[in-house]
């Protein structure tokens, strides 16, 4: 946190369907490969399944899939990024890291509505840097439990109801 | 202010003297005044008196002080126990718990002057002696009660100072009866600073506390030189000099005194530090005018005291229950997650030794039985020996009593039975019995419903038990016992017991079964409705039970941590609830099968036995597969629709026999690999609850097997089965 109030953000950047991805380094536990994943029957379809990190079990989701794309194809560059949120370690399975890179707060914009499909409540917001852009995720949202999303929405939309 | 943890070590005390409270009354409203009971029932008032007074919780602190009071009169022989009185306390108590939860919680203020009032008045009208109110001074036995609060030894430098800075509320706690207790000494001469102290029980708390933190305490006798011109000087300084290495919680004569010079030769204080002895001499000897000083350990041994100097504070003799078995064992908090930890470390090197086996196994096969192989084997066995006994210890340090649930429910029966105007003998046996702290969680609510089942629907009243020929008073036993590798709790009641005549009435009113079906139930089928949800066999919906959670709910939650339960009952003549549970949730025995590329784990708790068969042996009924084993017909799931899987089976079918409560279910698998101990993991919060699913485990080769929920697989089979019977009967 203490990069953060020097302005400085730093982010693990990794690649998703031809599109470049970032997320705060301090959510990142650790990167490995993606190898002997357990498939777990009757969860949802993004839920790649569960792995064992030295000991104990964690799920893994399908990043593509949890923002509304089309499904991870596993190669050798697949790898798995463990973050820790909120107290529940879990790892998200993307195309390829690339690099951990510093770039200054301001370099960040809020979100658009809408980017490559993503729904805004994922996005922290976009990062140029030299012509690239940065996708920023908010892990805690891609991690949020199913059913409080659900609960949320519903919420969200009863209050857009009444609102207009 | 005080800190989290201080306010947290209050608390804690607090809720075991309630509880120390609330189950003396108890035997008082049943025995009378008996003395020991009423010395517990004071001494634990007076703690709390002191400990509130000191976390400046005044409320409580005048309450227990008028508590306190009421039973130095009881004590004392002034008064006598009677029913009023018994009523007061318990309103006492609750009023305590108020203020407890007035501490821990935004309860709303809680006002202590009704019940006050009460305690007085009972202490005017109950009694038989002198003048209530003010019982204090006017006693023959000095009890710590009347020390004086006034002063505190803590008013000397803060503890913040000292190396010991964390014991700030103790040692408040200690300061009051320290003062008191130098009315006892008696300083004439020399000799006299050689004491031999009298360790008040808060005193002996706060060394126990230190010593764990590696603290020691010493009782250091300082003489000081004749010709000394300032004493109180002196002693301020050595006071000084010794909060530098650590703290003192108790002097003779009391810091006041001593620093106003009110000493003869010498005193004595308690000095806990992690310093050795020979330092502490060496410093305070290194004090001018010093002329002797002595350095012991405290030693601290329950039940024997070192006997108090003085005749008058002959309460030398400490009465504490300990539990059976335990005696003078010396303890150390440690933090359940630090436990939690442990056990999970445990869980790893399960995990390892099984991983070895496999090894020794190929190595075995490859090279026959070589020097080096029996080496390997022999390290592996004795490893898989120490991982068992470490397992084992420290499951055992995970477990507590079953007092620590039991020990709140007589209470709740007396005031229920009150409440439906009936008559209860409420006894518990096997309090000592250990459980894993997980499952004594659990067992809390069910135990809990089915007491109150037992008071409001089992135990008639007492006319109509004197009609029926029954004792007056009705018998409600409840008790555990290890029973295997397994607790059971059984709660018989000599009651009503259930008549599966008026249930049939009752599944066919409240639509559960038709007439027909019904009829052609056997008892067994139709007594086991009472777990069906929203079943209810009271006539009436009283105040008591009907509150929404039915049998049901009580099954529910001891099936979750893989336990069971059962009931027999005989009309007119009682039930009795059998409630068996694990010792232990983190480890568990299963059957591990292979279901296309992956392994899956079925706990052997539902497993009953395994066949295989040839695919022709399969029959259907209607839509459904079904097996027959032994003349019994049973519902068939094949594992793979149930999990989506790709099926490898070919030829003959590997089938598990599940079973839960009465039901049996057959479990089609590809193959069967074997028993195998197994941790058992959480799939998190993240995934939450997957049907099918009851959590995941690590497997030899490092991979992740996945647990099978198998009382959910027979839960939703049983539907099946009623569409058989369906099928058959029309």
């Known amino acids: ?92 399975m993307v195309d ?69 | 202010m005080f800190t989290e943890e201080e306010v947290a070590v209050f608390l804690e005390e607090l809720e075991e003297k309630l509880q120390v409270i609330n189950d003396n009354v108890l035997i008082l409203e049943r025995e009378g005044g008996n003395p020991e009971v009423i010395q517990e029932i004071f001494r634990a008032a007076h703690t709390i008196k002191g400990s509130s007074a000191v976390m400046g919780y005044e409320k409580m602190s005048t309450l227990t002080h008028e508590i306190e009071n009421l039973f130095d009169r009881l004590r004392q022989g002034e008064m006598e126990v009677s029913e009023t009185l018994v009523d007061v306390l318990f309103e006492a108590l609750d009023t305590l718990k108020l203020l407890k939860d007035e501490i821990t919680g935004p309860a709303g203020e809680v006002d202590v002057s009704a019940v006050i009032e009460k305690l007085r008045v009972c202490q005017l009208t109950c009694g038989a002696g002198g003048p209530g109110g003010a019982p204090a001074g006017g006693g023959t036995v000095p009890a710590p009660a009347k020390m004086s609060d006034s002063r505190e030894l803590g008013d000397t430098p803060t503890p913040a100072q000292g190396t010991g800075s964390d014991l700030l509320l103790p040692v408040g706690q200690v300061a009051g009866t320290a003062a008191g207790l130098s009315a006892t000494g008696t300083f004439n001469g020399y000799q006299t600073y050689h004491l031999t102290l009298e360790l008040e029980d808060a005193v002996e708390e ?3 506390e230190a010593e764990v933190r590696g603290f020691q305490a010493y009782q250091v006798d300082i003489g000081i030189d004749q010709g000394c011109q300032m004493k109180g000087v002196r002693a301020f300084l050595i006071f000084e000099t010794l909060q530098q290495i650590g703290e003192v919680i108790k002097s003779v004569p009391p810091a006041e005194d001593l620093q106003e010079g009110r000493f003869e030769h010498g005193f004595t204080v308690v000095l806990l530090t992690k310093e050795d002895a020979g330092q502490v001499h060496d410093l305070v000897f290194s004090i001018a005018e010093v002329s002797s000083v002595e350095v012991r350990p405290v030693r601290l041994q ?96 995970r477990m507590l009593p079953v007092a620590h649930v039991f020990n709140r429910l007589p209470r709740m029966v007396r005031d229920l039975a009150h409440k439906m105007g009936k008559e209860i003998d409420f006894i ?102 009472i777990f069906t949800p929203g079943f209810s066999t009271a006539g009436t919906v009283s105040d008591v039970s009907g509150r929404g959670v039915g049998m049901d709910i009580v099954r529910n939650q001891i099936e979750q941590i893989n336990g069971s339960v059962e009931f027999t009952t005989a009309p007119g003549r009682g039930t009795t609830f059998t409630i068996k549970l694990p010792l232990t949730l983190a480890i568990i025995r299963a059957l591990m099968v292979t279901l296309g590329d992956h392994v899956y784990a079925f706990p052997l708790t539902n497993v009953l036995e395994t066949l295989t068969l040839k695919p022709g042996e399969i029959r259907r009924v209607r839509h459904a597969e079904v097996i027959v084993v032994r003349g019994q017909v049973l519902p068939l799931v094949r594992l793979a629709h149930l999990f989506q899987e790709k099926s490898k089976e070919e030829g003959k079918l590997s089938v598990v026999i599940l079973g839960s409560g009465d039901k049996k279910v057959g479990v089609v698998v590809d193959r069967l690999i074997g028993e195998q101990e197994i941790v058992i993991k959480s799939l998190g919060g993240y995934l939450g609850q997957v049907p099918g ?38």
């Open chain 1, 1 to 92: 946190m203490a990069g953060e109030q020097q302005g400085e953000l730093q982010l693990v950047v990794f690649r998703l369907k031809e599109q470049t991805y970032g997320v705060d380094i301090g959510h990142v536990l650790e990167i490995i490969r993606a190898s002997d994943i357990t498939a777990i029957p009757g969860a949802p379809d993004f839920v790649e399944g569960v792995i064992n990190l030295r000991g104990r079990v964690i799920p893994v989701i399908d990043l593509a899939r949890r923002l509304g794309l089309a499904p991870i194809n596993v190669t050798g560059n697949t790898r798995i990024v463990i973050v820790e949120v909120g107290g529940t370690t879990a790892g998200m």
């Open chain 2, 206 to 208: 706060v060394v126990r």
């Open chain 2, 428 to 529: 518990i046996e096997g309090r000592e019995t250990e459980l894993d702290r997980n499952v004594i969680e659990v067992i809390g609510d069910p135990l809990i419903h089915l007491l109150r089942n037992a008071v409001d629907h089992g135990i008639e009243p007492p006319e109509e038990r004197v009609r029926l020929g029954k004792p007056r008073t009705g018998r409600l036993l409840l008790k555990a016992a290890y029973v295997e590798s397994h607790i059971v709790i059984t709660l018989s009641d000599d009651g009503r017991g259930m008549d599966p005549d008026k249930i049939r009435q009752k599944a066919v009113e409240k639509g559960l079964m038709t007439p027909e079906q019904a009829a052609r139930a056997g008892d067994r089928e139709i007594l086991d409705l």
């Open chain 2, 302 to 397: 329950s039940g024997e005291k070192i006997p108090a100097p003085d005749a008058a504070t002959g309460r030398a003799v400490k009465k504490e229950p300990a539990p059976p078995g335990k005696g003078n064992v010396k303890t150390v908090r440690v933090d359940v997650q630090k436990l939690d930890t442990l056990m999970n470390l445990v869980g790893e090197l399960v995990i390892d030794r099984t991983r070895l086996d496999r090894f020794v196994e190929v190595f075995e096969s490859r090279y026959g039985s070589d020097d080096l192989v029996e080496n390997i084997v022999e390290i592996s066995n004795h490893l898989g020996q120490v991982t068992s006994d470490l397992q084992e210890e420290i499951m055992k340090a």
């Open chain 1, 96 to 164: 390829g890291v690339s690099e951990v890179l510093r770039l200054s707060q301001e370099s960040v914009q809020p979100p658009p509505p809408m980017v490559a499909g993503v729904a805004a409540t994922y996005l922290q917001g976009i990062a140029m840097v030299d012509d690239r852009l940065i996708i920023l995720l908010d892990t805690t949202r891609i991690f949020r439990r199913e059913e409080k999303e659900a609960l949320q929405e519903l919420a969200e939309q009863a209050e857009e109801r009444a609102a207009s």
């Open chain 2, 693 to 730: 699913l009851s959590g995941a485990t690590i497997l030899g080769d490092g991979k992740v097997a996945l647990i099978v929920d198998a009382r959910g697989i027979v839960k939703d089979a049983g539907v099946e089965e009623i569409s058989y019977e369906v099928s058959r009967a029309g």
